[in-house]
């Protein structure tokens, strides 16, 4: 599931590296390229690439259905896997429309890309399929809303580090979510922050793949000197208070599960890869 949704994701983004390494688009062209194959090798490696993709998640279903549970429960399963992944996917197409519209984009239009895209297949997917294979007709709403408010604080610590981090640390260049003009809570804040002058530099590296270093510098500072990044870090501590508070309110069966969920909290905060 999660090497479907990457995939994907790195195709949409347009993005190079994955973890240190060639995108699996870029590195099928690498591939493609050095047995000099003929055709559109741009079109061809992204194609194959989503094939790859297509045969993840089906393979991920095989596997749902091959555990020794009875049919109820892997229906169940089921259900909950494709119903969460669906709405991953109305979350990816919401962040493609912010990256493209020329409206001016309110934070509500973020906040719904953190919850659609992140916040779902991040915690909300995994812990309800946990759920379901363990018995449970449903998710306790606790552990929804702390899924919830964790996989947003997961999206901005991301998002930050993005912009603001280290390629060596990250695996992936810093200028990438500048020059795909991905619209992060820093973006729209800096965007709906900033004087107009700096408003409209910005508008004009965002989204603008040939943009150099240099303009993506520019970019960063402006978006720092707006505020956007400690409002962003502001937001994840809210986002990391809302969480606690929905886990402590979880009458849990298991109390060290509870804590490993706590500590997820914890390490999600302060990491910086």
Known sequence: VQAYLLVLDDIADRSD???GGPSAHRLIHTLATEKVMHG???HYSEAQAMNAAQCAIHKAALELLALPVDDATARRALI???KNIQITGVGQMNDLFNETTTDALDEAAIERVLTQKSAYYTFVSPLELGACLAGHERLDENVRQYA???GALF???DDIIGTFGSKL???KSVNDDIREGKMTLIAQHALAHSNVADRERLRSVLGDPAASDASCEIARQIMLESGAREYAEDRA???AVEARTALSDWAAPDENFKAFLAELI???SRRNA
């Open 155 to 157: 999206q901005i610590t």
């Open 40 to 42: 559109d090798l741009e």
């Open 148 to 150: 919830m408010h964790v």
């Open 17 to 19: 590296l994955r973890r």
């Open 237 to 239: 501590r809210a986002y």
């Open 266 to 268: 914890d390490y999600i």
């Open 80 to 82: 909950s896997l494709h």
């Open 169 to 171: 640390e990250t695996g």
